[in-house]
């Protein structure tokens, strides 16, 4: 349960601000937004300016409301939002309020603001995580105050000891049992780490960790015959510490970093890309919903600021992938308007709609393969048979 309201709560921040951008841009520039919720019909409850009265006015449920003013909804479907704005679908081209008869430059504006919204809720999360304190790699010499320094885990290799008793990536290594006395001895740097594994080889070990505020024990044997780049567990560790900056140097941070990581992002599609088209093993491992709302509750239980940067990752990768010139995207719609400014026409509008659909229904495949995959991956399917 707590995986899953976490991740409702995720998924409709970014959502939210999504067409919070849309919904912005169009009302600044003369678009009528017909109506702008948060969650997803139907309709629990709305409210909206009558100028007949000259007063808000509220209903309740789902009926029709006739108005020329915004209908700010709330919905029973808690998932992000959505904005209804007039002539989306190509209707309406000689009415001022209407979407469709907006010159081309300002409709590509509308359909940017929810990539670029998601961009700069990115930065912002990135700027706070900088300011109460991200985890660091101690010898950086980066930042102003620091604390909770730690030993923790950045990477488990497959199919290895570690991999076995349960280590993940993120985990403290706060110490090791001594066999004989039965005592946990604390680990105060890297070296008393690979020495308490590297003295044990072939031995059985148990190691104290701390999953986020959860302790526990872990036990395994370091192997002797070691694969090529990997250690005795296969883990490898770094000493980190929460280090904090002062807020307008916490901004430029999160800022300068939010570039960076969409730069990963995007070099990362590219090579995928590439790799598939000469026909290349791509690499790929790509999680869906349901892989996402298990790391996304795996990421929680690490701490608020963990989750504030995974936040912003999930927004940058949204924004990134809305900005793709597939039908039904965001990117998509761009196109077909590009299309229009090159051609000196628009496309016909049963084609684009066309075209629109059959990406929505690629997507909504895609997205169901990649559930059941992850449904398989996580072993969740047997987990449901238990519960049920």
């Not at 090579?271 to 791509?282: D, E, G, N, S, Y």
């Not at 039908?327 to 051609?343: N, S, V």
């Amino acid at each position: 349960m707590f995986t899953v309201v976490v991740f409702i709560i995720v998924l409709g921040i970014l959502v939210f601000v999504h067409e919070l951008g849309h919904f912005i841009v169009a009302r600044r520039n003369g678009v009528r937004a017909e109506e702008f919720g948060f969650g997803f019909p139907p309709r629990a409850a709305g409210f909206y300016w009558s100028e007949h009265s000259q007063k808000w006015k509220f209903v309740r449920g789902s009926r029709e409301i006739k108005t020329k003013n915004t209908i700010y909804s709330l919905n029973w479907i808690p998932l992000g939002g959505f904005v209804k704005i007039k002539g989306e679908d190509g209707e309406g081209k000689n009415d001022p309020q209407s979407f469709s008869g907006k010159p081309a430059f300002l409709r590509i504006r509308i359909l940017a603001a929810g990539v670029v919204m998601n961009f700069i809720l990115a930065a912002v999360l990135f700027s706070l995580a900088f300011f109460i304190g991200v985890p660091q790699v101690v010898d950086s010499g980066v930042g102003e105050k620091t604390k909770d320094e730690k030993i923790q885990v950045v990477e488990v290799a497959k199919s290895s000891p570690a991999e076995a008793m349960g280590i993940k990536m993120g985990d403290e290594l706060a110490g090791g049992k001594d066999p004989v006395s039965g005592e946990i001895i604390k680990f105060q740097n890297l070296k008393e780490v690979q020495n308490f594994i590297n003295d044990r080889k072939g031995q059985e070990i148990t190691l104290a960790i701390k999953r986020g505020s959860e302790p526990m024990e872990l036990t395994g044997i370091p192997r002797t015959d070691l694969p090529s780049g990997e250690g005795a567990l296969g883990i490898s560790y770094v000493e980190t510490a929460q280090v904090s900056y002062p807020w307008y140097r916490a901004i430029y941070e999160g800022v300068t970093y939010a570039f960076q990581v969409a730069w990963l992002i995007i070099s990362t599609f590219v090579m995928i890309i590439w790799k598939l088209i000469a026909r290349q093993p791509a690499g790929l491992d790509v999680s869906g919903p349901v892989g996402i709302a298990v790391l996304t509750g795996q990421v929680a239980r690490l701490g608020f600021v963990y989750i504030l940067q995974f936040t912003a990752m999930l927004s940058i990768n949204l924004a990134i992938i809305n900005a793709f010139p597939i039908p039904a995207l965001d990117g998509g719609r761009i196109l077909f308007i590009l299309i229009e400014k090159i051609k000196g026409s628009p496309v016909s509008q049963r084609f684009e709609q066309r075209a629109h659909n059959i990406g929505f229904a690629l997507l909504i495949t895609l997205m169901i393969f990649v559930t059941a995959k992850d449904l398989v991956r996580l072993d969740l399917i047997e987990k449901i048979k238990t519960i049920f």
